[in-house]
């Protein structure tokens, strides 16, 4: 594991607890500035296969384009895209870390905090009035994952995930009988009914068993997945690539205006279910698939995993 502190917040290792919480709150903020401005580099690879690779001359076009976009933004540090999306926070808590209430509020002010000085666009509103906040939180957001893990860490993942795409999300009740080909002719559908309105080239989270919500919930976690690294399972990585081949043959292609590159990846999650329920996920991400990670120890020390040079 590389370590790095490109934002400049190592404390000394007995570091307090009121230390620590502005340590999650800055290391937050500059997730969110990372996420934002600068692809991960297994994305910004797929996007320059996908434009060596494109017949289509429009393809070809709108793929040049996305790349000169993505140059642009990193070297003005500014967003990739105006829809800056809704804050998502996956945290992996030790179970030696602590101070759980308190990273919510970190994480929190970190979003209020990254909205004027990135800035992001003002996402977000009350579903029935519209009223918008203006800082990018509400109630329930930013929503954050939760998942206790041993040790002495956080790990923290921002997803920041827009609205063109996650419109497109679905959500299937297969009866058990109806199987596998139902959950292929499903997944496809998806993408081929959405067409052109996630931004493709898309990468694809599919979430297969738990219930309704777990399935919902898996399709996003599958997001965060680099896209060069298959299921670990190989009967899961195998179905990945058939599904990936299936959208690609669509002809949908970039932007929607033809071509062989609808989606650049296809990554699949799953769990056991109910033996009554066969339920399916599909969480479509556009082509500005933004993710950050970072690992706070308990003394301090953060460790940028989303590194500057990689992103």
């Known amino acids: 594991m590389i370590k790095s502190n490109p ?19 800055n290391t937050a903020v500059e997730l969110m500035r990372l996420a934002v401005t600068r692809l991960p580099q297994d994305v910004k690879e797929a996007l320059q296969r996908a434009y060596r690779r494109e017949d289509s001359k429009i393809g070809r076009i709108v793929l040049k384009a996305i790349l000169d976009n993505i140059e642009l933004a990193e070297k003005r540090k500014s967003p990739l895209c105006q829809d800056t999306g809704l804050i998502i926070f996956y945290a992996k808590a030790g179970s030696n870390f602590g101070l759980s209430n308190d990273i919510s509020k970190a994480l929190t002010n970190a979003v209020k ?18 009223k918008n906040t203006g800082d990018n939180t509400g109630i329930g957001i930013p929503h954050i994952n939760w998942e206790c893990v041993a040790g002495d860490f956080l790990e923290l993942t921002v997803l920041p995930k827009g609205a063109g795409s996650e419109n497109m999300s679905a959500l299937a009740m297969f009866k058990p009988t109806e199987g596998l080909n139902a959950i292929k002719k499903f997944v496809v559908d998806t993408v081929i009914h959405a067409g052109g309105k996630p931004c493709p080239p898309t990468i694809v989270g599919v979430g297969i068993g738990g219930s309704a919500d777990i399935s919902l919930a898996l399709s996003k976690k599958a997001l965060l997945r680099p896209i060069n690294q298959p299921h670990r399972e190989k009967k899961i990585a195998k179905l990945e690539q058939e599904l990936l081949k299936a959208i690609n043959a669509s002809g949908i292609g970039p932007m929607g205006l033809g071509g062989r590159n609808t989606s650049l990846g296809v990554n699949i999650e799953y769990e056991y279910c109910h033996l009554a329920s066969l339920p399916v996920g599909v969480d479509i991400q556009c082509w500005c698939a933004r993710r950050a990670t970072a690992r706070i120890h308990k003394d301090g020390l953060v460790e940028m995993l989303t590194k500057k040079g990689d992103a």
């Open 113 to 130: 905090r990254a909205t004027v000085e990135i800035p992001l666009r003002s996402n977000i509103v009350d579903p029935i009035s519209r």
């Open 7 to 25: 934002i400049k917040i190592i404390h000394p290792v007995r570091c307090d607890n009121l230390d620590l919480i502005k340590t999650i709150e």
